[in-house]
């Protein structure tokens, strides 16, 4: 407003409704879902040299599930009333359903992580069956979320889900092979050799198809971009901030190169494809790159100011 020889400018500040607490639960959430579909994979396998790592994603799975409702609570302005969700449900909103899948899919994986450590092998297949739809939820539930926000160019696409089920997925297998490959350098002292290879031989198999997994997300991502950059002008913006914005760095340098590229490279090639070291670096980089992929889909996606 200008009066006179005086100009008077009205800075109204951009507030982010959702901060990084959001993005911790999307990747602890992400990373419980892809321990509980790989433990209830060598489960239902039944095979011997995949009996380590059902158990360890067996404990795995509740227990990051366990620490991704921590940061839902930190969120809130009054932390003390999150059992109010419960109380004052809204069935057209998936926070609604959010909350009842984050109460049954860890009593389901506790259930399911007993049968497995008592030998119940019949009853932690019923169990682990049972359970994958609950874990895909809890993890593709956040993806909807996101998707529903119309006025969020970024966040408003039917992939969305998907993407979000597919790099927990990743971070999952990822998180796996990190664990079972200190299991196997200190924890495994009394395997003989050909058990020891064994063991090594399945981690290498885990990082080959965390590899071609990372193949499918970029394929997701990629297709999404270029719905960005080819639509109205918002979402054209949204794109263009991934690519050459102030999230191009996190977006291209952290999750797609260093996070996806680099791992494909390290898991399948030819002189370090075999190499257990090499899929462990993958592995972190991986993770890495996914924690990356969350901090710029929740807070890039809310950066362009609402017109």
Do not use: C
């Not at 019923?126 to 998707?147: E, K, M, Q, R, W």
């Not at 971070?171 to 090594?200: N, P, T």
Request: charged fraction near 10%; hydrophobic fraction near 55%; charge should be positive.
């Amino acid at each position: 407003m200008e009066h006179g020889d005086v100009n008077v400018v009205y800075s109204v500040e951009h507030q982010l409704p959702l901060i990084m607490y959001i993005g911790q639960y999307f990747f602890f959430t992400g990373l419980s879902a892809g321990s509980f579909v790989i433990s209830v994979i060598a489960t239902l396998l039944g095979r011997k040299e995949f009996k380590p790592i059902g158990k360890i994603t067996a404990i795995l799975a509740p227990a990051l599930l366990i620490i991704a409702p921590l940061n839902l609570i930190l969120d809130l302005e009054q932390p003390l009333r999150f059992w109010h969700l419960f109380l004052y449900y809204n069935w057209t909103s998936p926070i609604t359903y959010g909350s009842f899948l984050l109460t049954a899919y860890p009593i389901m994986g506790i259930i399911y992580a007993v049968m497995v450590f008592t030998n119940r092998q019949k009853a932690a297949k019923v169990f682990g069956i049972l359970g994958i739809p609950l874990a895909i939820s809890v993890h593709g539930y956040t993806g909807f979320i996101l998707a529903l926000a119309k006025a969020r160019s970024l966040w408003n696409t039917a992939a969305m889900p998907t993407i979000f089920i597919v790099s927990a997925m990743i971070s999952g297998i990822g998180l796996v092979v990190i664990i079972s490959a200190i299991r196997y350098r200190w924890f495994d002292k009394k395997a003989d050799a050909e058990q020891k290879e064994q063991d090594k031989k399945v981690i290498l198999q885990l990082a080959q198809i965390m590899a071609y997994v990372i193949m499918m997300d970029l394929f997701l991502v990629l297709s999404d971009i270029l719905v960005l950059l080819t639509a109205h002008s918002d979402a054209y913006e949204a794109g263009w901030l991934l690519l050459s914005g102030n999230f191009a760095f996190l977006f291209v340098g952290v999750e797609i190169i260093l996070g996806s590229f680099l791992p494909i490279l390290l898991v399948l090639g030819p002189k370090s494809r075999k190499s257990l070291t090499a899929a462990v670096i993958a592995s972190i980089l991986v993770n890495i790159g996914v924690y990356a992929m969350r901090f710029v889909m929740v807070i890039g996606g809310q950066t362009p100011p609402l017109s």
